[in-house]
């Protein structure tokens, strides 16, 4: 059964950069075929996908903060990380990651973290 | 980019009833569509993926179908542990998106 945990800072300021990580148990993230994603939710709000890196390393993001994300990954570590720069109050959500399945479906996901942007 | 639409927005539906929630992709995504129920300070649970699989452990009551651009996914008589937002997404080529959501609450 694998298991994911977010973990990261609750409160970051405005125009600093937002780093979470994400650790994965039950399994390892370079087996093959799994897209290793972030996923935020704005308080009250639906789903918005950040962005994911695959196995092999290469990433994909929303064009719509793809300026500001960065996903990597420490498989030594057996964890992937997000970094978004240049958050402003319009970036604080609760932030998920999660594991992307064979048919691109989220079958599971960490328990999620929010981020308050904040001075 | 692929935009998601959900009808309804929200359902106010009573213990036994039939649910069904359209989900609309902006342009043809094949089979690759997948439903999730949330509950409030949870994170989303899979329910169906690839428009009509069923994903394990979840209760047969849930069925989704479609292909292309319009699907559906089906509660066939809700319990009360089936109120909740469901959201569904949207995989094809390289991007992901989900629909707003569509609330089920107490009738």
């Known amino acids: 059964q694998v298991q994911l945990q977010e973990s990261g800072p609750g409160l970051v300021k405005p125009s600093q950069t937002l780093s979470l990580t994400c650790t994965v148990s039950g399994g390892s993230i370079s087996s093959g075929g799994y897209y290793w994603s972030w996923i935020r939710q704005h308080p009250g709000k639906g789903l918005e996908w950040i962005g994911y890196i695959y196995y092999s390393g290469s990433t994909y993001y929303n064009p719509s903060l793809k300026s500001r994300v960065t996903i990597s990954v420490d498989t030594s570590k057996n964890q992937f990380s997000l970094k978004l720069s240049s958050v402003t109050a319009a970036d604080t959500a609760v932030y998920y990651c999660a594991k992307g399945g064979d048919l691109k479906e989220f079958d599971y996901w960490g328990q999620g973290t929010l981020v308050t942007v904040s001075s | 980019d692929i935009q998601m639409t959900q009808s309804p927005s929200s359902v106010s539906a009573s213990v036994g009833d039939r649910v069904t929630i359209t989900c609309r992709a902006s342009?043809?995504?094949?089979?690759?569509l997948a439903w999730y129920q949330q509950k409030p300070g949870k994170a989303p649970k899979l329910l169906i993926y690839a428009a009509s699989s069923l994903q394990s452990g979840v209760p047969s009551r849930f069925s989704g179908s479609g292909s292309g651009t319009d699907f559906t996914l089906t509660i066939s008589s809700l319990q009360p542990e089936d109120f909740a937002t469901y959201y569904c997404?949207?995989?094809?080529?390289?991007?992901?998106?989900f629909g707003p959501g569509t609330k089920v609450d107490i009738k």
């Open positions: 997404q949207q995989a094809n080529s390289f991007s992901f998106t």
């Open positions: 342009q043809g995504i094949s089979s690759w």
